[in-house]
């Protein structure tokens, strides 16, 4: 048996093939997509491709190269597909047929930014294998289980039948720590685990007995914490004006709070963490200072959806790898009471999790 997972992003498209056992067997992604698009295999020099120019075009690369190596697409059992948002409708793994692609392309205005790159690479692959099952998995799906008044926005209530209220996201990696945390510390998953997941997006969630509880991410992969070029939560007073005021266009805004704040906006010097850490600049320093900052406000704020909190876990690129992040944050939440020997750091993998849930439907 072999298993094929798709991770598509806007500048890069990952992928990973397992077997029965799970065992990873290749890992690999285009990357650089829309700049400098190169191959990357994990264990292989990394070839430029100028051809590609969206992730779909990376697909084909990818797939050829798989060919190449004795990995035919069509004779996979099983494709998984990293989905980012399913709606309230889809809330578990699913095999996509064209009536459930369709449905899913009408989810488009729901994630603007994210949804389209991995709806192409899902239509894609299925024209390029059609007789292999296709899986989409949700980046939603993990979060259903929170009540309905951790869902809701402040809105009148109309507006919450015709699907603005809080998802969430990040729920594919969150679904992997729970699995995993045991795992890794040899005891029972806490039941009371305060999750980051830190890294160019960024997110935290209240996780209790192993379910979604609250999050901060909410509508949009725009909420919540301080990101790489993505604002977070900001005052929307601050958005009507910066239209009113400074003309902004709805595209202009939207480019603003998407790809030009965050860290890179706080710095102006880069969104890439391991930079700004690297910088002795007044700039960069107060950038990461807000971000610690901020992510334990946010972090605080899960605390009564839990009700205390016996762990914290950090996962992510920089939740992983950013030990003085790490250290600035937990130093602003000193008074959860939570030891040392209760915050773990649990390597990310959202694409074992996709694996695991392709196995399970085929």
């Given at each position: 048996m072999k298993i094929l997972v798709l991770n598509a992003g806007s500048s890069s498209l990952k992928f990973a093939v397992f077997n029965r056992e799970l065992d990873l067997l290749i890992r690999g992604q285009v990357a650089g997509i829309g700049s400098t698009p190169r191959l990357e295999v994990e264990g292989q020099r990394s070839r430029e491709v100028p051809h590609v120019t969206t992730p779909s075009e990376g697909l084909l690369e990818a797939a050829?190269?798989?060919?190449?190596?004795?990995?035919?697409?069509?004779l996979f059992n099983g494709i998984g597909h990293r989905i980012v948002h399913g709606g309230t409708r889809y809330v578990t793994?699913?095999?996509v047929?064209?009536?459930?692609?369709?449905?899913?392309e009408d989810l488009r205005a729901l994630a603007p930014l994210h949804l389209p790159f991995g709806l192409g690479v899902l239509r894609e692959m299925r024209r390029v294998a059609p007789e292999v099952p296709n899986i989409a998995c949700f980046d939603t799906a993990f979060h259903a289980t929170q009540p309905e008044l951790a869902t809701r926005l402040p809105l009148p209530r109309e507006y919450f039948n015709k699907g603005y209220?809080?998802?969430?996201?990040?729920?594919?990696?969150?679904?992997?720590?729970?699995?995993?945390m045991p795992r890794l510390t040899g005891k029972p998953l806490p039941r009371r685990l305060l999750a980051a997941h830190l890294g160019s997006g960024a997110s935290m969630c209240a996780i209790f007995?192993?379910?979604?509880?609250?999050?901060?991410?909410?509508?949009?992969?725009?909420?919540?914490?301080?990101?790489?070029?993505?604002t977070g939560s900001i005052d929307p007073g601050?958005?009507?004006?910066?239209?009113?005021?400074?003309?902004?266009?709805?595209?202009?805004?939207?480019?603003?709070?998407?790809?030009?704040?965050?860290?890179?906006?706080?710095?102006?010097?880069?969104?890439?963490?391991?930079?700004?850490?690297?910088s002795d600049r007044t700039e960069a320093i107060e950038a990461v200072d807000y971000y610690c900052y901020s992510a334990a406000r946010?972090?605080?704020?899960?605390?009564?959806?839990?009700?205390?909190?016996?762990?914290?876990?950090?996962?992510?690129?920089?939740?992983?790898?950013?030990?003085?992040?790490?250290?600035?944050?937990?130093s602003h939440l000193k008074w959860l009471g939570v030891q040392q020997e209760n915050v773990h750091v649990?390597?990310?993998?959202?694409?074992?999790?996709?694996?695991?849930?392709?196995r399970e439907l085929v």
């Amino acid at each position: 048996m072999k298993i094929l997972v798709l991770n598509a992003g806007s500048s890069s498209l990952k992928f990973a093939v397992f077997n029965r056992e799970l065992d990873l067997l290749i890992r690999g992604q285009v990357a650089g997509i829309g700049s400098t698009p190169r191959l990357e295999v994990e264990g292989q020099r990394s070839r430029e491709v100028p051809h590609v120019t969206t992730p779909s075009e990376g697909l084909l690369e990818a797939a050829e190269w798989l060919s190449d190596n004795g990995y035919e697409p069509a004779l996979f059992n099983g494709i998984g597909h990293r989905i980012v948002h399913g709606g309230t409708r889809y809330v578990t793994p699913i095999a996509v047929n064209d009536d459930i692609q369709h449905e899913l392309e009408d989810l488009r205005a729901l994630a603007p930014l994210h949804l389209p790159f991995g709806l192409g690479v899902l239509r894609e692959m299925r024209r390029v294998a059609p007789e292999v099952p296709n899986i989409a998995c949700f980046d939603t799906a993990f979060h259903a289980t929170q009540p309905e008044l951790a869902t809701r926005l402040p809105l009148p209530r109309e507006y919450f039948n015709k699907g603005y209220r809080r998802y969430g996201f990040h729920g594919l990696n969150y679904e992997h720590v729970v699995r995993d945390m045991p795992r890794l510390t040899g005891k029972p998953l806490p039941r009371r685990l305060l999750a980051a997941h830190l890294g160019s997006g960024a997110s935290m969630c209240a996780i209790f007995d192993g379910k979604s509880v609250a999050t901060t991410m909410g509508f949009s992969t725009a909420d919540g914490l301080v990101m790489g070029t993505r604002t977070g939560s900001i005052d929307p007073g601050v958005l009507v004006a910066l239209m009113r005021d400074e003309h902004l266009s709805l595209d202009q805004l939207e480019d603003l709070l998407y790809r030009k704040s965050g860290l890179l906006g706080l710095s102006g010097i880069s969104p890439d963490m391991r930079v700004l850490l690297a910088s002795d600049r007044t700039e960069a320093i107060e950038a990461v200072d807000y971000y610690c900052y901020s992510a334990a406000r946010h972090a605080a704020s899960l605390v009564p959806a839990l009700g205390g909190a016996d762990a914290i876990i950090f996962t992510g690129g920089v939740g992983e790898n950013a030990g003085p992040v790490r250290a600035r944050i937990l130093s602003h939440l000193k008074w959860l009471g939570v030891q040392q020997e209760n915050v773990h750091v649990v390597p990310a993998n959202e694409e074992l999790t996709i694996a695991r849930h392709v196995r399970e439907l085929v």
